[in-house]
């Protein structure tokens, strides 16, 4: 499963699909699930019509139909911005354990 | 049409030795399907940082891997990984790890039997030799113990 088809050539993996989605993002949108199993259908299906070794499978989907911005500025500088300082994520880190090593699980 | 990320890797990460990307020349390794994938035991990997509870998060050039159980529901999960944007994959991990998709497909007899464990590890690892000897070869032992079948990798 591939949104970036350059890496994938060069890799050469015996089965390939690809979606044309941001990073990120290689099964589909957030909290959509009916596009999600879409997706991950038309993957599996792979697995049995795929018969030339190399061979990737371009799938249709489109991430926004009326904005292509998003192809000009995946992975260029300010990509990672807003990631947390690791100081944050030590923090979020003992809080989770905590969390979990209470049963309270992740929204508590 | 398809962005170019190597070049965009090579820009970004401009202050450092350009990365030497996997170049296989060569054919692929083939191995087909034994039976149709309706009668297929098959597992999922995600390369996306994917955590269960309270599992120890990765860090920076781990090749450690987590065993996510497949009942996992979205409570259970969290992600952490340094090299893209997490907020759509901690909302809904589903966007790189496709657990309850494939559940559904089992329960539909779209596949044979889904593993009993989905298998994550955190993708921003530079040495790739070290995911060729390290990672991959302890994964192969993983899939041939549960005689897993059909193995689909999501890199996120």
Redesign the interface.
């Known amino acids: ?7 994938t050539r ?5 089965r390939a699909v ?1 979606v ?1 989605f941001p ?9 959509d ?1 009916a596009l ?2 879409s ?3 038309d ?2 299906r792979a ?2 019509t795929i018969s030339r ?2 061979e990737i499978v371009e799938l249709p989907y489109v991430w926004d139909a009326n904005d292509r911005r998003w ?1 000009e500025t ?4 300010g ?2 911005q ?2 947390p300082p690791q100081e944050d ?1 030590d923090r979020f ?1 003992a809080e ?2 905590r969390r ?2 209470n049963g309270e ?3 508590a | ?6 070049p ?2 090579r ?2 990460y401009r202050a450092f030795k350009p990365y030497q ?5 060569t ?5 087909p ?1 034994k039976k ?2 309706a009668q297929s035991r ?1 597992a999922m990997m995600s390369s ?1 940082g994917v955590l269960y ?2 599992q120890t ?1 990765f860090h920076r050039e781990d090749t450690s891997y987590r065993l996510i159980p497949k009942s996992a529901v ?5 992600v ?1 990984h ?8 901690e ?2 991990p ?5 657990l ?3 559940r ?2 089992e329960r539909e007899g ?2 044979g039997e889904l593993c009993d464990s989905a298998f994550t590890f955190m993708g921003g690892i530079y040495s790739s030799r070290r995911v060729r000897d390290e990672l991959a070869p302890r994964i192969v032992e993983e899939l041939k113990d549960r005689r897993v079948e ?1 193995f ?5």
Not at chain 1, 74 to 77: G, P, R, S
Not at chain 2, 21 to 25: C, F, G, K, S
């Open positions: 499963m591939t949104s970036a088809m350059d890496i060069a890799v050469n993996p015996p690809f044309n990073l990120g993002h290689q099964t589909g949108k957030p909290n699930p999600q199993r997706i991950v259908r993957a599996l697995f049995e070794p190399g192809e995946d992975y260029t500088d990509f990672l807003g990631r994520t880190e989770r354990r979990y090593s699980g992740k929204s | 049409m398809p962005v170019d990320y190597i965009r890797t820009e970004l990307w996997v170049m296989n020349e054919a692929p390794p083939w191995t399907l149709p994938l098959v996306g509870r309270d998060r979205r409570e259970d999960l969290s952490w340094f090299g893209y944007p997490t907020k759509d994959a909302a809904d589903n966007c790189v790890f496709p309850e998709a494939l559904d497909f779209v596949i059909a689909y990798l999501v890199p996120a």
